[in-house]
């Protein structure tokens, strides 16, 4: 029912910044919290953000708090991963997600809809 679109991956220098969108379709987010994880080489699937349906609240895992922002416009069906102070060890595909939910949720599982990610390299 929900279709999800990442954008903005690409190859970064250690210390920059970029903002990964996640453009959706087929219904409104609105009332869908919204989620951004990562996988890297060989690891799992990680938490990384997740916002309230309406955006009042957030939560970002311990690695990328202070670092990461996650916002939304529920009014142009977009939420975004703004990235700074990127390290190696944040290189990953990043994937968008959305759950039908007013509550942040950071358990995957707990996700109804995923985009197909976007690769984020971090070169040192």
């Known amino acids: 029912q929900v279709q999800l679109v990442e954008s903005g991956g690409g190859l970064v220098q250690a210390g920059g910044s970029t903002r990964l969108s996640c453009a959706a379709s087929?219904?409104?987010?609105?009332?869908?919290?919204m989620g951004w994880f990562r996988q890297a080489p060989g690891k799992e699937r990680d938490f990384v953000a997740t916002?309230?349906?309406?955006?009042?609240?957030?939560d970002y895992a311990d690695s990328v708090k202070g670092r990461f922002t996650i916002s939304r416009d529920n009014a142009k069906n977009t939420v975004w991963l703004q990235m700074n102070s990127l390290t190696p060890e944040d290189t990953a595909v990043y994937y968008c997600?959305?759950?039908?939910?007013?509550?942040?949720?950071?358990?995957?599982?707990?996700?109804?809809?995923w985009g197909q990610g976007t690769q984020v390299t971090v070169s040192s």
């Open positions: 997600a959305a759950a039908k939910s007013w509550s942040r949720i950071t358990t995957s599982s707990l996700y109804d809809y």
């Open positions: 087929g219904r409104t987010i609105s009332s869908y919290a």
């Open positions: 916002i309230r349906y309406n955006g009042a609240t957030t």
